[in-house]
């Protein structure tokens, strides 16, 4: 099979990276993903006997695979550090990831010395460098030294990676570039919107509205409740974007390069045998770009503060509210660091207050996100009762907010009574 050079992207910095021309086989795991392997370690093939296959399980959208070589003078630490990674996509996941897009991301992270190497694509997947190191679990997370680790890397993300590299409508600063009070109030930009659909012309394009406008469209029409569902979500979309969309947020126009996924099984605790046994901050980095795009960075916060609760909704992990100020801090640190920006306490408490008003957005944007999960992925889990999960997060938010649980003397939710707790 011929090797092609591509980078599936125009609009972006040109990065060349390999496409070899052949499919992961779900059904033949170990045949097909040795084939693939062989072509960006070639020397392998002579030494096929001392190749391991590792599975790791902590994912649900993707198949993700590790090959490494372990020869009769290999350590595990060569080992590891020569290992690739093979994710494939799951089924039909392109309806709601744009895989060029995630592959632009990845190189320009990789260029940044912010992610290892992308090493090739395939016709449903990706090779790429192993980074050594203890994926966290949702309790890691809780971990003062790694949530301030998290805090640290997020800043440097924030400030450090350009959105121009991966947006495919062109910024046109007008001053705004590099304001950092962290202030989500509705902009009066929104009067030049367009009012038929205000969510269209926010810019720069791809963003996590246009994203959470592309997951609406393709939700299932099928019944008459299918449809009365889009349609509820539809509206949902567009009234917290009219109330939450700012430019004046942090970074440029109100977006930074943001992860969007940033949950436990995505924070790498990194391992250096000069770290002490139990720092004060954990070193970390992040891993898997593929739902990266220009956001609010309260937005990429608030979603990480969701991700605590881990898969399995445990809102008793939630971050209180002296926890969430000093990830802020950390965070805030380390952005004026790396942008060069004098940032203050005022800004710490801005952020803070818009983190609050945005908690409930990821219930949303996850809600959505496995509806459609729950039509088209072929992985043993139940995004049905996830997407209603994560869509009472969302619920449950604007009931508190308005009022409503309060006039219907409802009780609060246990992920309401976390987030007020001090």
């Known amino acids: 099979m011929a090797v092609q050079n591509t980078n599936g992207h125009t609009g972006a ?140 890397k997020l800043g440097e993300w924030h400030a450090r990676i350009p959105i121009s590299g991966i947006s495919s409508q062109p910024l046109v600063l007008n001053g705004a570039n590099g304001h950092a009070n962290g202030h989500c109030a509705a902009s009066k930009t929104h009067n030049a919107r367009s009012k038929a659909n205000p969510l269209a012309s926010r810019s720069p394009i791809p963003n996590v509205w246009s994203v959470m406008q592309n997951w609406v469209n393709a939700l299932s029409t099928n019944t008459e409740k299918e449809r009365a569902r889009k349609e509820m979500l539809q509206q949902e979309l567009e009234r917290s974007f009219e109330e939450l969309d700012s430019e004046d947020g942090i970074g440029e126009h109100g977006f930074v390069f943001a992860h969007c996924d940033l949950l436990c099984a995505n924070v790498i605790q990194l391992q250096s045998p000069d770290a002490p046994s139990a720092p004060d901050i954990q070193p970390v980095t992040f891993i898997d770009y593929e739902y990266a795009t220009p956001a609010p ?81 072929e992985i043993d889990f139940d995004y049905a009762s996830y997407a209603e999960e994560r869509l009472g997060e969302y619920f449950a938010w604007r009931s508190e907010t308005d009022g409503t649980r309060t006039r219907d003397g409802g009780k609060m939710p246990l992920r309401e009574r976390r987030w007020a707790e001090e």
């Open 297 to 377: 960075a309260v937005f990429d916060i608030s979603n990480h503060f969701a991700e605590w609760a881990g898969y399995d909704c445990d809102y008793s992990m939630v971050p209180t509210k002296s926890v969430r100020r000093g990830f802020l801090e950390e965070y805030v640190a380390s952005y004026s660091k790396y942008s060069n920006l004098k940032l203050d306490v005022s800004t710490v408490d801005s952020l803070y207050q818009d983190i609050d008003r945005w908690r409930g957005i990821p219930g949303l944007y996850w809600g959505i996100w496995s509806l459609i999960q729950a039509r088209i992925s």
């Open 13 to 152: 910095k040109s990065t060349t990276v390999p496409f070899i021309d052949l499919a992961f086989d779900v059904h033949d795991p170990d045949s097909s993903v040795r084939k693939l392997v062989y072509w960006v370690r070639p020397k392998w093939r002579d030494c096929s006997q001392e190749l391991k296959i590792t599975k790791f399980t902590e994912g649900i959208t993707n198949t993700l695979l590790q090959v490494s070589r372990h020869g009769p003078d290999t350590s595990q630490s060569e080992a590891d550090s020569n290992s690739i990674l093979m994710r494939a996509y799951g089924n039909d996941t392109d309806l709601i990831i744009d895989r060029d897009r995630e592959a632009i991301s990845h190189s320009l992270l990789a260029d940044r010395g912010m992610a290892p190497p992308l090493l090739a694509r395939f016709q449903n997947g990706l090779l790429y460098g192993f980074i050594p190191g203890k994926v966290c679990k949702a309790q890691d997370l809780t971990r003062e030294p790694v949530w301030r680790g998290v805090a640290q």
